[in-house]
């Protein structure tokens, strides 16, 4: 009899102390210092960043493929300056449009300019005799996202 008083007590307070240890409330932060100081904090983290006109959701270390840029050579470092959002799995900081420079860097090597795949458009008239082929490969430059780095946050509030 007592063990199964015993038993039960331990199976209603191990319940409790489980499901309030599991489901614990997220912390909201008060400003945007301590905001980013949660996000750097978190294992992961990515940015949505603008580069040549297109918004791309980029993490430390991916390869990101846009339109040819002309002025780049392979090896130019490239500092993206239109950010969008950082966040992390779980906290996200929107900007207003941007999030400041000043709070966030992230960088992009140039890897490589390459051709996309051949594209053919096949063109004709009924009747004429007209027939047109055109081939294009479209270039491309090729960008491997850099760390996310923070800048020092409590001397840019105090």
Do not use: C
């Not at 912390?27 to 990515?46: C, G, V």
């Not at 493929?65 to 992390?88: A, C, N, Y």
């Not at 479209?138 to 491997?144: A, G, N, Q, S």
């Amino acid at each position: 009899m007592i063990t199964w008083q015993l038993r039960s007590w331990i199976s209603q307070n191990f319940r409790r102390f489980a499901a309030s240890s599991i489901h614990t409330q997220p912390r909201s932060p008060d400003s945007t210092a301590s905001a980013l100081n949660i996000i750097r904090s978190q294992p992961s983290q990515y940015v949505v960043a603008s580069v040549v006109g297109r918004k791309y959701i980029l993490t430390p270390r991916d390869i990101l493929t846009v339109p040819h840029l002309k002025d780049v050579r392979v090896g130019d470092v490239l500092q993206l300056r239109d950010i969008h959002e950082i966040g992390s799995r779980e906290y996200t900081l929107r900007g207003d449009p941007l999030i400041p420079r000043n709070h966030i860097k992230v960088e992009a090597t140039v890897v490589e300019h390459t051709k996309g795949k051949m594209e053919v458009v096949f063109k004709k008239k009924r009747r004429k005799g007209y027939q047109k082929t055109i081939k294009n490969k479209h270039p491309y430059t090729r960008l491997r996202i850099g760390s996310i780095q923070f800048t020092n946050l409590l001397s840019s509030y105090h």
